[in-house]
Nanobody
């Protein structure tokens, strides 16, 4: 059973600094892919960025404003936003796919509010 712990959410000033982290633990296998998703009130959950051994996934809809990195030694991913905007306000979720089992796991989510 994989546990995902997200941190780094909270109140962010527009144009300020946004950095989230997600640490995975508990897997007896490697973590194949890790992703960040977000869901704003009344909207569908959308992919923000993903990372695997095959590369990085960055949706065109977000115009490359988010960057994702991974520390394999710590099984941790990070998400940074370039000039956060109020429309980036959402609950951000970490997602991991475990190799061998190919099970999907989700974190509990962390609220990010971009507001002055």
């Amino acid at each position: 059973q994989v546990q995902l712990v997200e941190s780094g959410g909270g109140l962010v000033q527009p144009g300020g600094s946004l950095r989230l982290s997600c640490a995975a633990s508990g897997s007896q296998y490697s973590i194949e892919t890790m992703r960040w998703w977000r869901q704003a009130p009344g909207k569908r959950r959308e992919l923000v960025a993903g990372i695997s051994k095959d590369g990085i996934i960055s949706p065109d809809s977000l115009a490359g404003r988010f960057s994702i990195t991974r520390d394999n030694a710590k099984n941790t991913i990070y998400l940074e936003a370039d000039s956060p905007k109020p429309e980036d306000t959402a609950v951000y979720y970490c997602n991991a796919v475990e190799s061998v089992t190919w099970k999907n796991y989700w974190g509990q989510g962390t609220q990010v509010t971009v507001s002055s």
